[in-house]
């Protein structure tokens, strides 16, 4: 049955519309930095020697959704869900007549969801009408849609697995100080993935970061052509796939080894 999980979702995505000052203040600061980082690259192709496989239209589009989006990259462990782990709370998850690893799985799709509405949609409103932000035809935006829906399910299941590797741990800091950076980096977030050298481009192809951002952003910008938006959604789903497997496993182990003091 998926109603439960559907009421997890609603019920998670309606808390986090409560905190509209904390993504208003959020998107405030986003914006400053989106405005620093499209200086910096104008400032590049303006000194630019030869071609650059991305324009500079595009690179500034690319630097406003990024920044519109940057919420759906998974920062962190949830704190609630490793609040329950390390003091033992978890048992009272495992009463519940549900799959466990889908229930925390719909509250993480909240989690991405939520902030990214409440903070893109100002900015690129923002951004469009400073004409920073030019939008892709019909069929490039269908396209982005199906694509970013995708990039919520590889967020959470990339989320979820930090979080679980919280049964082996005392703590979610060290798993996030390592994730969030490389995250950063390989995602497309500091410097647009086509910007990078060409011997990199194998590495950043196999590993599921660009899924989050780069080749949704691309497709909208038109970096990407609407026939390659199937490949970018096998690409996106196929990592999702071995991600939830993955985080199945181990959420099915670290369970095993569970011992919960008290009565």
Known sequence: MIRPYLAVFSARFRLLLQYRAAAAAGMACQFFWGLIRMMIFQAFYENAVGSEPISLNQTVSYVWLSQGFIMLLPFRVDGEIAGKITSGNVAYELLRPTNLYNLWFAREMANRITPVLLRATPMFILATLAGWLRWPGPGNLAAVAISLLAAVLLSSSIS????????????????????????????????????????????????????????????????????????????????????????????????????????
Request: no cysteine; proline share 7%; net charge positive.
């Open 160 to 263: 979820l697995l930090m979080t679980i590797s919280m049964f082996w741990t005392t703590s979610g800091r060290g798993i996030t100080l390592i994730i969030s950076p490389l995250m950063f980096l390989l995602s497309g977030m500091v410097i647009p993935i086509p910007l990078f050298p060409d011997f990199l481009q194998p590495v950043f192809r196999a590993l599921p970061f660009i899924g989050l951002i780069d080749l949704p952003i691309r497709l909208f910008v038109g970096h990407l052509s609407v026939s390659s938006a199937v490949g970018v959604l096998v690409y996106q789903l196929l990592w999702t796939a071995v991600l939830i497997l993955a985080g199945k496993l181990l959420l099915q182990r670290g369970l095993r080894r569970l011992v919960v003091q008290g009565g």
